[in-house]
């Protein structure tokens, strides 16, 4: 299923999907070239955002969770990703360990679980399911919502190994942002593979450090294309002190919100846009969901608004002192009247498909990552790798997915090079 | 669309099908390993035959012509399949010269030509298409059935390089099994890819030369699977001079004949199969679509015959002196009351899809590659991956199709095999 596009069909994005097109051969070798120089991250998913006149990723997430949402025909594309993937790390491996984050009780989470053994199992791994959770000292058995069953193992830590009883993998396959910090079994482990590496993690990882990797990326690739690299770029800024409960907390928020607002205003006269700017704020060190929107800096003066915005940035009893200032995307793609954003989800360096977020209650400057999204599994994964360089731009589904797939790809290649900056053993690598 | 198969669904096929699928991580890590001593060949594609009792491949095509048998769906395999192998031949590759055959004018040929163009575009190569003609002095159009064109341009050689005018390739990928010799333009290429490589062609290729290495990886493939190596390998003899014309210069023939039938009665008095053994004749250095059946070495003595079948073999005012005498595997496989028998397409290491080839007018112990003979896409590269392993087997299209592929990549690996034994530069390489 296909769904009808609404996205605005003229102005500069399509202009960007024509020069797309035209450089597609030379898009897919400058990657190539890329890919020789950097590492892509073992997995990734990037939310994008289609405004009509600009194109960006919002979020890059390096602990997907969502493989559940590809449609079983996506999945041949997963597996030989997989394959290609561990052909490189470890490819004598006979098993993977794969270590899932806390919310295993979670139905979706337990199909994204599902998804991705069926997945390294057929790419030739035996995988197993070790748990972080102390409490858990035999194998359990969580029902799957579809009649399986995963069983979840206690993990067995001997010296420099980290394996289940009778289970010794070559990889270990994290699927969880370590948002609670870096437990001490996954510590130290140097024997094997543990993928992504722990600064993957939300205890060393920074939104902010992450988009200044992206401008890079996107500043060679408008260069490579011609083009100004703000229309696939989401301008920030950040603010690494803040406190919420005072008044001058908020000052350096304040003159981000201000001069990014008036950066983005500039944009938009530049080219002719109608649009009220605003910016979006987050905390800079989770992966919450949530987002404060704002569109004038005063409004950080009310207090009582504000008190509720850190509420939603972070979970209960979490202090947020880190905050991202983001430029706003607004999406302009709509499935049957409700706003959607696409995600792209890609192994190594592969794109492997993607789908539609959508959400019929919220407005197009709103977060769609909130209770009552749907999913709408796309085939993105034909369209992803294969425009049809013969038609109109803007015309076509293929079209617009292969330059979803370039877009999201970027957001991989910025998170390689942030992985590079934050990499804590660089130093001893070199 | 999956045909509906009519495969028997009782015997040892569907015990070779439970255990391919039980075993499916152990399998994929030992094609890993193999993958790791042996370079596969660039791309491969395998005709197969199911009898119900045993599937085996019958001839591994190393210049593979039905690339626009693929569905629109499975595109999205071949182009990562042609990324991963760019990548690992030449990751700096802009330009990919493809060499076609003489058949430049058969309007499935130009499909075929087509669709490669478009998989290696997809990858991130511009693509030109260099003509063997030396007739052909300017670039010159060719009209492709749906409405494009291809265009075919004189080769330019200069010193160790091949190219095209303004066109100098990194990798030159030949779609030519050069059948009437290497051309002299194509000799002493030592700066440049030139995939498959020249020893790959029928000059030097051999048929019994594949089957001789088939058997060994079956042998090894069956070892790992704990089964009778029999159920995936058809037996083969051959005869290096034959003389179709004196009675005496088929005395080879005659012997391999009766042998082979001996040996292939005593399988099936094994397994108890009631059919009446057959084997083919078949040009040992030729792709030609031509076989002979025999069900009694005493046939050969009909003279009549014999010249009819070498007629049927190698095309007009062409010698045939060896010839390749293998077991043969009825196909047990209908659609809609046609005999149809499996094809399967692998670039790089990975099947990429498939298709069932599909002849109303002939019988099961017959060649379907004829006039006449209609081509059924399937979704083998779904199915090719990604099978279900709790159904019963033989219940399954998919669980039949990941069966497909593994045997098909079990032919790949011959041909591994047979290009490294081979090679002529073998011994400058160790």
Request: with cysteine.
């Amino acid at each position: 299923m296909v769904p009808h596009l609404i996205t605005a069909l003229t102005g500069p994005i399509n202009q960007l999907e024509a020069r797309v097109l035209e450089s597609m051969p030379a898009i897919e070798r400058w990657f190539r070239l890329e890919w020789m120089e950097h590492t892509p991250p073992f997995y990734t998913s990037a939310d994008l955002r289609n405004a009509g006149f600009k194109l960006a990723p919002v979020d890059t997430k390096l602990f997907p969770d969502s493989f559940h949402n590809l449609t079983p025909e996506m999945l041949p594309l997963a597996v030989q990703a997989a394959m290609a993937a561990i052909e490189k790390i470890c490819p004598e491996a006979k098993n993977l360990l794969l270590i899932p984050d806390g919310r295993v009780r979670n139905s979706f989470y337990l199909q994204n679980l599902q998804r991705l053994v069926e997945i390294f199992n057929q790419a030739g791994l035996n995988v197993r399911l070790g748990s972080l959770d102390p409490a858990l000292e035999a194998p359990t058995s969580l029902a799957l919502p579809n009649g399986g069953e995963l069983t979840l193992e206690p993990l067995v830590r001997k010296r420099g190994r980290l394996g289940l009883k009778d289970f010794d993998p070559c990889t270990i396959l994290l699927n969880n942002d370590l948002l609670d910090g870096v437990p001490r079994v996954l510590q130290h482990v140097h024997e094997q593979y543990l993928l992504p590496p722990l600064h993957a993690g939300w205890p060393v990882r920074r939104k902010n450090r992450h988009f200044q990797s992206y401008e890079e990326v996107a500043k060679k690739f408008a260069k490579l294309l011609g083009m100004d690299a703000w229309l696939i770029n989401p301008l920030h800024g950040h603010c690494g002190q803040v406190d919420f409960d005072s008044a001058s907390g908020l000052d350096c928020v304040k003159s981000n919100v201000d001069a990014l607002l008036g950066k983005v205003r500039r944009k938009y006269k530049e080219y002719g846009i109608g649009e009220k700017p605003f910016v979006v704020v987050k905390a800079d060190n989770a992966g919450g969901t949530g987002i404060l929107t704002v569109r004038d800096a005063r409004e950080l003066d009310d207090r009582e608004r504000m008190l509720r915005g850190r509420a939603a940035l972070v979970h209960p009893g979490e202090a947020l002192d880190e905050v991202i200032i983001q430029e706003g995307v607004p999406t302009f793609e709509r499935i049957h009247d409700a706003v959607a954003e696409p995600v792209v989800v890609m192994i190594d360096r592969y794109v492997v498909g993607g789908f539609y977020r959508v959400h019929a209650d919220r407005g197009v400057d709103q977060n769609l990552c909130a209770p009552g999204s749907q999913y709408v599994p796309l085939a993105f994964a034909g369209g992803g790798q294969l425009p049809r360089p013969g038609e109109k731009p803007g015309a076509s589904a293929p079209n617009r997915f292969y330059m979803y797939g370039v877009i999201a790809r970027l957001a991989m290649l910025a998170a390689a090079y942030e992985l590079e900056a934050t990499d804590p053993d660089a130093e001893n690598d070199a």
